[in-house]
């Protein structure tokens, strides 16, 4: 993927509900710049102690890389906890404990992988890409065993998202997993076949991600945007 817009230094406040509009958790993005790459962390603390934690780090000369990727999913919000991590020479290890049964799995290999992997890094494509446009990349999906599948980023149209009184144009991008014809006839056999993810850009000068719907993992659909961190209302002055 060709880099039209890079990225730097963020430090952005997110929140994550469902798609009935209740609040699941609070997070961070936070992007800091190496010498060489990028590392970017998605990071959201639950109510009940869950955490999702999903660490990248990409080089971005010229083309978008990603080099490394760690997903972390524990506590209940979750089916099982999951540490999964990524290299890009395939290198994988990811172990998965199931909530009811507490069986631990574990597997450890290589891929053979394609240069447009880009675990955790939908967003970034997204937003170089142009109206109009589609990007066909991959991703590792951890089933919780590790399997390469195709994702299609495709434009959907234009949205309207709202600053205030102000009404301002977001390209719509529909995430299309490609899951090859063979799985994904199991997948719906067995009702697992991955919904469709969505993101919301708006693409006016500088590229800003609004929202996304879609599973952060192999579960519900859940919903992400910014947030804005407040100070809290001073205490009215006690009377004498």
């Known amino acids: 993927m060709t880099v039209r817009y890079s990225e730097g230094t963020v430090h952005g406040f997110l929140e994550l509900r469902t798609d009935q509009d209740s609040l699941l958790a609070y997070g961070d993005l936070l992007q800091v710049p190496g010498d060489s790459t990028i590392e970017s962390r998605m990071i959201f603390h639950f109510p009940d102690k869950s955490v999702f934690e999903e660490t990248t780090t990409f080089s971005q000369h010229q083309v978008f890389l990603m080099e490394t990727y760690h997903l972390v999913e524990r506590g209940p919000a979750f089916g099982a906890d999951l540490d999964a991590t990524l290299s890009r020479s395939g290198r994988y290890t990811v172990t998965s404990t199931s909530h009811k ?15 447009d992997v880009y675990n955790g890094l939908p967003v970034v494509i997204a937003k170089n890409l142009r109206i109009g446009d589609t990007a066909n990349v991959h991703l590792v999906a951890f089933t919780p065993k590790p399997r390469l599948i195709g994702l299609q980023v495709a434009f959907a149209g234009t949205d309207t998202v709202m600053l205030g009184a102000r009404a301002v144009p977001a390209a719509h991008f529909a995430l299309k997993p490609q899951l090859g014809a063979l799985t994904a006839f199991f997948a719906k056999l067995l009702g697992k076949l991955p919904p469709d993810s969505h993101l919301w850009i708006v693409m006016d000068r500088v590229p800003a991600f609004i929202q996304s719907e879609g599973p952060l993992y192999s579960g519900p659909v859940w919903r992400l945007s910014l947030t804005a961190a407040v100070r809290p209302k001073a205490a009215p002055p006690k009377s004498q």
């Open 101 to 115: 049964t507490g069986r631990e799995e574990r597997y450890e290999g290589k891929l053979d992988l394609p240069a």
